[in-house]
């Protein structure tokens, strides 16, 4: 599963070469490691080695961890894409060179401060819109979307070089890409064809145009099962 800027996941390490590269990143690389995706690449030759691709790299911070008899949870957050050159390691787990990813510099300043504004207003109706739906205790009070966006709008405290942190207005595009409460699986999976387009966007206004369809289409979803939730209590 891709993880992109923003985006918040608890891992569950119990592995031995998880655990190595969660000790690494704790102590020598400041809380600091790569996620990303292995596509299988599609060969001809039906006696060759399989091969894969990494493909949707993502710096990420580990926030929290727990210790747990067996391995640990790990709180982790996306911070900014990354495109990896090469690994240079295998064992005991991949290590790499990298560089950062960012979308291209727009001269269209005010027109995306304004498109900012308004995806951050769609939002908070989401939201305001999501808490109030009835869904299954284990789920968190505050919403993901909620989550990631706070996070967005802050400048992230992170100790690396700052070309691998994205704008206010990259990451709030990303904040906009996150499951809302109660998602049927047909959702979710539309939902991770979306954060894929995304990654590979580098125009600023693009996605958050493409965000701002998402989140209007998920109000109608929600006002509509809310509608539901209504007429069952009646």
């Known amino acids: 599963m891709v993880l992109i800027p923003s985006e918040s996941k608890t891992l569950h390490l119990y592995e031995a070469r998880y655990l190595a590269l969660l000790e690494e990143s704790l102590f020598r690389k400041k809380k600091l490691f790569v996620h990303f995706v292995l596509d299988p690449v599609i060969i001809s030759d039906p006696s060759a080695v399989s091969s894969f691709a990494a493909r949707y790299g993502c710096l990420v911070i580990i926030e929290k961890v727990d210790r747990l008899d067996v391995g640990a949870l790990v709180s982790i957050r996306g911070i900014g894409r990354v495109k990896i050159i090469e690994f240079v390691q295998a064992d005991p787990h991949l290590k790499g060179i990298v560089i950062p990813v960012q979308d291209n510099i727009s001269e269209c300043v005010s ?93 600023t206004p693009e996605r958050i145009d493409d965000s701002l369809r998402l989140v209007r289409k998920s109000i109608s979803i929600v006002a509509a099962k809310l509608a539901i939730q209504s007429l069952e209590v009646k």
């Open 111 to 203: 027109e995306i401060s304004s498109k900012v504004l308004e995806l951050k207003e769609a939002l908070y109706s989401l939201n305001s819109l999501e808490i109030k739906l009835k869904v299954p205790k284990e789920e968190l009070l505050q919403t993901c979307i909620v989550n990631s966006l706070m996070w967005a709008e802050k400048e992230p405290s992170v100790d690396c070089d700052e070309a691998f942190v994205p704008s206010l207005a990259e990451r709030i595009s990303f904040a906009a890409l996150q499951p809302v409460s109660g998602s049927t699986r047909s959702e979710l999976l539309e939902l991770q064809k979306e954060k894929l387009r995304a990654m590979d966007v580098l125009e």
